[in-house]
């Protein structure tokens, strides 16, 4: 059975340092993309970036490029989420998902993480 | 960059069949994919490609594409399909990007 399964809930204070994971089990860990995915309180899905394990090839979303890093280690199948200094307005709860492939070079996620909420507060 | 443009409610009576649909200038090339969210709950895939359902997806949930729309169809909405559904499309400016529709709210009533 595929699944990804995340860290746990996190509170933090504005300009501290975190780092949260993804583990994905059930499958190739290296052998498919691992995205990740914002969700702001009552809002909606933000794609962030996206690593490919196998050789840790990462891409980031413009809006997140410089804003966080994302890393893996293929040795524990465990893909991170990080952020050198939290603003009050990286509050959100973050999924990973692994990506797929369809028919015309199409992509989509089909398992997903079950979320890890980041509160970040004075 | 891309962006996919939806309609934030939608509601449907019980049993009856409701169309969410979802445009953006992507959708010429790639195919959406749709997830269903229920609040508290992690997205789950409901439709990709052309018209897949993963495995556990009832066949009241179909997909279709035309131009720069797709649409998720549920045909006999049920209680249980009372959630926010998001679309998803590869975007077409590269670099693996993808980007999400705002959202819809379905309301079964």
């Known amino acids: 059975e595929v699944q990804l399964v995340q860290s746990g809930a996190e509170v933090k204070k504005p300009g501290e340092s975190l780092k949260i994971s993804c583990k994905g089990s059930g499958y190739s860990f290296t052998s498919y993309w691992i995205g990740w995915v914002r969700q702001m309180p009552g809002k909606g899905l933000e794609w962030m970036g996206i690593i490919y394990p196998g050789d840790s090839d990462t891409r980031y979303s413009p809006s997140f490029q410089g804003q966080v890093t994302i890393s893996a280690d293929k040795s524990i199948s465990t893909a991170y989420l990080q952020w050198s200094s939290l603003k009050a307005s990286d509050t959100a709860m973050y999924y990973c998902a692994r990506r797929r492939i369809a028919a015309a070079a199409t992509y989509y996620f089909d398992y997903w993480g079950q979320g890890t909420l980041v509160t970040v507060s004075s | 960059s891309s962006e996919l443009t939806q309609d934030p409610a939608v509601s449907v009576a019980l049993g009856q069949t409701v169309r969410i649909t979802c445009q953006g200038d992507?959708?010429?090339?790639?195919?959406a994919s749709w997830y269903q969210q229920k609040p508290g709950q992690a997205p789950v895939l409901v439709i990709y490609g052309k018209n897949n359902r993963p495995s556990g997806i009832p066949d009241r949930f179909s997909g279709s594409s035309s131009g720069n729309t797709a649409s998720l169809t549920i045909t006999g909405a049920q209680a249980e399909d009372e959630a926010d559904y998001y679309c998803n499309s590869r975007d077409s400016s590269g670099n693996h990007g993808v980007v999400f529709g705002g959202g819809t709210k379905l309301t079964v009533l």
């Open positions: 992507s959708l010429r090339s790639y195919y």
